[in-house]
């Protein structure tokens, strides 16, 4: 092989490479997510298959652009973040998910939405009025761990749970943690 010149710009990678390194990088943003692959498919509605999301994370297999961005978009993170970091960088991005989130809901439109899993949230949503002492109140915000629950009951993942939510017309607000702190 011949000498490389100090000037000249870093090798590149070999599709190869990029595609293991990709791979590496977002089993490492959905494991800190705290998701399995069976979890990103029922999240994304069968768009993503876990044998598939699994051989772009082995490096097997390629993903285009727009698939990576609709990706990041349901990790809640930017496509730039799913990149894999610069040699010898290691951290993965801190996502903006459901798992540092809170929903705030209108109890009158909950009260009045006719979808039939509303039986099932307002349950829930009432038994937490009663645990918080807000039996009077308009608006209550379910914690991350209340929209995991909910979420799994419903069967389908966190995000997906988050926007039929917002589609009834039930969100008043949506915060992350870090916009709290």
Same mark, same amino acid.
């Given at each position: 092989?011949?000498?490389?010149?100090?000037?000249?710009?870093?090798?590149?990678?070999?599709?190869?490479?990029?595609?293991?390194?990709?791979?590496?990088?977002?089993?490492?943003?959905?494991?800190?997510?705290?998701?399995? /692959?069976?979890?990103?498919?029922?999240?994304?509605?069968?768009?993503?298959? &876990?044998?598939?999301?699994?051989?772009? $994370?082995?490096? +097997?297999?390629?993903?285009?652009?727009?698939? #990576?961005?609709?990706?990041?978009?349901?990790?809640?993170?930017?496509?730039?973040? /799913?990149?894999?970091? +610069?040699?010898?960088?290691?951290? &993965?991005?801190?996502?903006?998910?459901?798992?540092?989130?809170?929903?705030? #809901?209108?109890?009158?439109?909950?009260?009045?939405?006719?979808?039939?899993?509303?039986?099932?949230?307002?349950?829930?949503?009432?038994?937490?009025?009663?645990?918080?002492?807000?039996?009077?109140?308009? $608006?209550?915000?379910?914690?991350?761990?209340?929209?995991?629950?909910?979420?799994?009951? #419903?069967?389908?993942?966190?995000? +997906?749970?988050?926007?039929?939510?917002?589609? #009834?017309?039930?969100?008043?607000?949506?915060?992350?943690?870090?916009?709290?702190?």
């Amino acid at each position: 092989m011949p000498a490389r010149d100090e000037e000249t710009a870093p090798e590149e990678l070999s599709d190869a490479e990029f595609a293991a390194r990709l791979g590496a990088h977002l089993r490492n943003v959905r494991k800190q997510l705290g998701l399995s /692959l069976n979890d990103v498919e029922r999240m994304t509605g069968g768009e993503y298959k &876990a044998s598939v999301l699994g051989a772009y $994370e082995r490096g +097997e297999r390629a993903i285009s652009v727009p698939r #990576l961005a609709r990706l990041a978009d349901c990790y809640g993170v930017t496509l730039e973040e /799913l990149l894999p970091p +610069e040699e010898g960088g290691l951290a &993965a991005p801190r996502a903006q998910t459901s798992k540092d989130s809170s929903v705030t #809901l209108n109890l009158r439109a909950l009260e009045l939405a006719l979808d039939a899993d509303i039986q099932i949230i307002d349950r829930y949503v009432n038994r937490i009025r009663l645990e918080r002492g807000a039996i009077d109140q308009d $608006e209550i915000t379910i914690r991350r761990e209340d929209i995991r629950i909910l979420s799994a009951f #419903l069967d389908m993942g966190e995000e +997906e749970f988050i926007r039929r939510l917002s589609d #009834l017309g039930l969100v008043v607000r949506r915060e992350n943690a870090d916009s709290r702190a």
